[in-house]
Every structure is written in structure tokens, then in C-alpha cells.
């Protein structure tokens, strides 16, 4: 997948992608730690997360968006179907990219 900024590095670290900014930038809104690998077949599907959301707010379906994407396997679909973006939360404790806090009102 594409790198969200210059100056930044993609890592490969226990079957996920995890970018590292350079110093004193941030990551995009759309950053995601997702697995590079399906744990069970070992097929890539880390480079199709993007595609696959991009045909959701077009208003495929989920079935047929995994079955455009080439997901035929249902391990590979569950990779996809049950990932849950957590990079947002993590953040919120890496005290060189801290996120403004939005106060309850």
C-alpha cells in the first residue's frame, strides 16, 4: 500500500503493516494497521483494504466487493469482514503523535 506521507516508512512487524511518520508529522485519517497476510491460507490481502472500503461507499455489497477483490476463500473473507481498525485508539498513547482530544459537551 501506498505510504500516507514523505519521509515516512511502511514496516512489516508480525504479519502487519504499521507506518512509522517521520519526525513531527502525522498520520492521515485513513491510517490502519491491517494484516499484510490471511492468518490461515497465507494469501496477501493487506494492498486490498483500500479497494474493498472504496466499493463499500460506492454501494456494493460486502459479498460481492470481496468476490470483485478475488476473496473467494472464507478465511480470507473473514480477514477482511472482522478487521477492526484500532490505529485511532493506539494513538491516543504515542505521546509523539498525539491527536487533539474532542470534549464532551
Not at 512509522?20 to 492521515?28: D, G, H, I, K
Not at 490481502?45 to 456494493?60: D, R, V
Request: hydrophobic residues 35%; glycine residues 8%; charged residues 20%.
Amino acid at each position: 500500500p501506498p505510504l500516507p506521507a514523505t519521509g515516512s516508512t511502511a514496516v512489516a512487524c508480525d504479519g502487519f503493516v504499521v507506518y512509522q511518520p517521520a519526525a513531527a508529522e502525522t498520520l492521515p485519517t485513513g491510517a490502519m494497521i491491517i494484516p499484510v497476510r490471511c492468518f490461515t491460507c497465507g494469501k496477501v490481502i493487506g494492498n486490498k483494504w483500500e479497494t474493498y472500503l472504496e466499493k463499500l461507499n460506492a454501494g456494493t455489497p460486502e459479498g460481492d466487493a470481496l468476490d470483485e477483490l478475488g476473496l473467494k476463500r472464507y478465511c480470507c473473507r473473514r480477514m477482511v469482514l472482522t478487521h477492526v481498525d484500532l490505529i485511532e485508539k493506539l494513538l491516543n498513547y504515542n505521546k509523539s503523535i498525539r491527536r487533539p482530544q474532542v470534549e464532551a459537551g
